[in-house]
């Protein structure tokens, strides 16, 4: 199968720092803010997203590690934080790729068991091919694509990438 890059490292630069202004704009509001990265290319992104907001605001930015079964989503999901580090705070819910959404609504459902002060979500790519209803406040790109194709997202030093084969 052949690669087709959809994005390429400095596209993925460029989308990363404004998500982090869009978050910024939408918590301005808040001291602090909690991103909730999925493992392990969420997280990644997280971490990324996280580099930024701090290089242009005064947010205090937590991360936290979201580790789910994409098996099954419905297993138990560990946090890297306990709730009571995010309890009453601003959450981000992080990832690389939205695909069905089966992923992200099982990490919804997880963090609504915590009274948080606001919650959105934050994908690079936004695949359009949702079984459940869930969006993505803050999106790098929308991508209509087959169900047969696969998007994948790199992250490298010096050569992130995202690619459709």
Same mark, same amino acid.
């Given at each position: 199968?052949?690669?087709?890059?959809?994005? =390429?490292?400095?596209?993925?630069?460029?989308?990363? +720092?404004?998500?982090?202004?869009?978050?910024?704009? =939408? !918590? *301005?509001?808040?001291?602090?803010?909690?991103? &909730?990265?999925?493992?392990?290319?969420?997280? *990644? !992104? &997280?971490? +990324?997203?996280?580099?930024?907001?701090?290089?242009?605001?005064?947010?205090?930015?937590?991360?936290?590690?979201?580790?789910?079964? +994409?098996?099954?989503?419905?297993?138990?999901?560990?946090?890297?934080?306990?709730?009571?580090? %995010?309890?009453?705070?601003?959450?981000?819910? *992080? $990832?690389?790729?939205?695909?069905?959404?089966?992923?992200?609504? %099982?990490?919804?459902? @997880?963090?609504? $068991?915590?009274?948080?002060?606001?919650?959105?979500?934050? *994908?690079?790519? $936004?695949?359009?091919? +949702?079984? %459940?209803?869930?969006?993505?406040? !803050?999106?790098?790109?929308?991508?209509?694509?087959?169900?047969?194709? @696969?998007? @994948?997202?790199? !992250?490298?030093?010096?050569?992130? @990438?995202?690619?459709?084969?």
């Amino acid at each position: 199968m052949s690669k087709n890059i959809i994005l =390429t490292h400095q596209e993925i630069n460029h989308k990363i +720092k404004r998500i982090a202004y869009q978050i910024y704009e =939408t !918590f *301005v509001d808040n001291d602090e803010v909690v991103l &909730a990265g999925i493992a392990p290319n969420g997280y *990644v !992104f &997280a971490e +990324k997203i996280a580099t930024e907001l701090q290089a242009i605001s005064p947010l205090k930015v937590t991360l936290c590690e979201v580790k789910i079964n +994409k098996q099954k989503p419905e297993d138990t999901i560990q946090t890297s934080l306990s709730k009571e580090n %995010y309890k009453d705070k601003g959450l981000i819910l *992080v $990832d690389d790729v939205l695909n069905s959404g089966t992923i992200l609504i %099982y990490a919804v459902r @997880h963090f609504l $068991d915590v009274p948080l002060k606001k919650f959105k979500t934050a *994908v690079l790519v $936004d695949r359009n091919h +949702k079984k %459940y209803p869930v969006k993505a406040d !803050f999106k790098g790109i929308s991508l209509s694509t087959s169900l047969l194709e @696969h998007v @994948h997202v790199v !992250f490298d030093e010096n050569n992130s @990438h995202a690619y459709l084969n």
